[in-house]
């Protein structure tokens, strides 16, 4: 492959990230890109990736990484003892503390020992390794790193041509990771599809539309007295384990959990002129949690579920707005959960429920629900 420079090679590498890099779906087929481009100007790149911290729940740090025989795949980083050990112990550490750019030539032991990660890519056949740091708008450093197995490594018009193309392309890759921030924001604070229609434009005060769902509502039994008998800790670790199962079987069975207050928890399975389905992943999700905390000692928790069609978008005042869904279905869900304990049931349904509903239910009577001017009969699961 013949060596091409600096000249008309770079700023092809700079025009197309420019112009075409902010295109890219993902920063992974930017990566993958901006790899093939480097091999076109003759940088024989077989391995690099682009890694970032992030605002994320529960990963630390999102990499992609790119080979020219399995093409890219995105990876996360948890911040556990052992990862936070190898992250130490390698040389994008020096980069995301420091700015420190590293290079490796591999086929020199001295300098391929210098890090874990040089022995893993030697056993790998490759024989030289850059890491370098892509200097973001507000100071933080990100990384690039490449890697060749070409028996010559990369040549200094190879590192040329890559240098020259650093500032394009760390200002293509921080325009990903903001709408990646601010995705995992509404997603983690709004919830999936509220998130994206916030970031759709849906952001006025009345913005959204009805829609049809099955209404999840669920709250803990005795949680005053629960709180002032444990610790803050104790509490924590408790409501986090309690909406933890709730929210996995929710979102495992299609559902998005829309808030959480205090104790409680409000959540919709939407569907389109398809409410069987939507009774089915709600129950299924249900008897999920049931099944979970069966014989958990410490606290006591009631659902109640009932489907409707609500009104799903902007509420609030000024410029302080929630994505929730409001209507008499949620307020029926609500009453539906508040006799939980009463009847001494975790799961109770309406009427129209059970109606769409291909499991066995027990009546548990007719019922007076506050703010509701007809009883409502209600169910419980037969054991």
Same mark, same amino acid.
């Given at each position: 492959?013949t060596?091409?420079?600096?000249?008309?090679a770079?700023h092809?590498?700079? !025009?197309?990230?420019?112009?075409?890099?902010?295109k890219?779906a993902e &920063?992974?087929?930017l990566l =993958?890109?901006?790899?093939?481009?480097?091999r076109?100007?003759g940088?024989?790149?077989?391995r690099?990736?682009?890694g970032?911290?992030?605002? =994320? &729940?529960?990963?630390?740090?999102?990499?992609?990484?790119?080979?020219?025989?399995?093409?890219?795949?995105?990876?996360?980083?948890?911040?556990?003892?052992?990862?936070?050990?190898?992250?130490?112990?390698s040389?994008?550490?020096?980069?995301?503390?420091?700015?420190?750019?590293?290079s490796?030539r591999?086929?020199?032991?001295?300098?391929?020992? !210098?890090?874990?990660?040089?022995e $893993?890519?030697?056993?790998?056949?490759?024989?030289?390794?850059e890491?370098?740091?892509? !200097?973001?708008?507000?100071g933080t =450093?990100?990384?690039?790193?490449?890697a060749?197995k070409?028996?010559?490594g990369?040549?200094?018009?190879d590192?040329?041509?890559?240098?020259?193309?650093?500032?394009?392309?760390t200002l293509v890759? +921080?325009?990903?990771?903001?709408r990646?921030? /601010?995705?995992t924001?509404?997603e983690t604070?709004?919830?999936?599809r509220?998130?994206?229609?916030?970031?759709?434009?849906?952001?006025?005060?009345?913005?959204?539309?009805?829609?049809?769902a099955?209404?999840?509502f669920?709250d803990?039994?005795?949680?005053?007295s629960?709180?002032?008998?444990?610790? $803050? $800790?104790?509490?924590?670790?408790?409501?986090?384990d309690?909406?933890?199962?709730?929210t996995?079987?929710i979102? +495992?069975?299609s559902?998005?959990v829309?808030k959480?207050i205090?104790?409680?928890?409000?959540?919709?399975?939407?569907?389109?002129? $398809?409410?069987r389905?939507?009774v089915?992943?709600?129950?299924?999700?249900?008897?999920?949690?049931?099944?979970e905390?069966?014989?958990?000692?410490?606290?006591?928790?009631g659902?109640g579920l009932?489907p409707?069609?609500?009104?799903?978008?902007?509420?609030g005042?000024?410029?302080?707005?929630d994505?929730?869904?409001?209507?008499?279905?949620?307020?029926?869900?609500?009453?539906? +959960?508040?006799?939980?304990?009463?009847?001494?049931?975790?799961?109770?349904?309406s009427?129209?429920?059970?109606?769409?509903?291909?499991? /066995?239910?027990?009546?548990m009577?007719? !019922?007076?629900?506050?703010g509701?001017?007809?009883?409502?009969?209600?169910?419980a699961?037969?054991?």
């Amino acid at each position: 492959m013949t060596k091409t420079g600096i000249g008309p090679a770079n700023h092809g590498i700079v !025009r197309w990230l420019m112009t075409e890099g902010p295109k890219q779906a993902e &920063p992974s087929a930017l990566l =993958h890109s901006f790899s093939l481009k480097l091999r076109e100007a003759g940088v024989e790149v077989d391995r690099s990736t682009l890694g970032a911290p992030i605002l =994320h &729940p529960i990963a630390k740090s999102s990499f992609v990484f790119w080979d020219i025989d399995s093409g890219p795949d995105q990876r996360w980083f948890l911040y556990t003892p052992d990862q936070l050990e190898m992250l130490k112990a390698s040389p994008i550490h020096g980069i995301y503390t420091r700015g420190e750019a590293t290079s490796l030539r591999l086929d020199q032991p001295g300098d391929r020992s !210098r890090y874990p990660i040089g022995e $893993d890519l030697w056993a790998e056949g490759y024989v030289q390794y850059e890491a370098l740091p892509l !200097r973001f708008s507000d100071g933080t =450093h990100k990384v690039l790193t490449l890697a060749t197995k070409s028996a010559d490594g990369f040549s200094e018009a190879d590192k040329a041509l890559i240098e020259a193309a650093l500032p394009a392309l760390t200002l293509v890759f +921080e325009g990903f990771i903001a709408r990646n921030t /601010a995705k995992t924001l509404m997603e983690t604070y709004v919830g999936k599809r509220a998130g994206l229609r916030v970031l759709d434009g849906e952001i006025a005060r009345g913005d959204g539309s009805y829609i049809d769902a099955v209404i999840w509502f669920s709250d803990l039994r005795g949680f005053t007295s629960l709180a002032q008998s444990r610790g $803050d $800790d104790e509490i924590l670790r408790l409501l986090n384990d309690y909406f933890g199962s709730l929210t996995d079987a929710i979102e +495992e069975h299609s559902g998005e959990v829309l808030k959480f207050i205090g104790d409680a928890l409000l959540a919709v399975f939407p569907h389109q002129n $398809d409410v069987r389905s939507a009774v089915a992943r709600a129950e299924a999700a249900a008897m999920k949690v049931l099944d979970e905390n069966k014989g958990q000692s410490g606290f006591s928790f009631g659902i109640g579920l009932h489907p409707g069609t609500v009104f799903y978008g902007n509420i609030g005042g000024g410029n302080r707005l929630d994505f929730t869904v409001i209507g008499s279905s949620v307020n029926i869900a609500s009453r539906i +959960e508040g006799l939980c304990s009463e009847l001494d049931q975790t799961l109770l349904t309406s009427a129209d429920f059970v109606e769409k509903s291909s499991l /066995a239910w027990k009546s548990m009577g007719k !019922r007076s629900l506050k703010g509701v001017t007809e009883p409502f009969e209600i169910f419980a699961p037969v054991n």
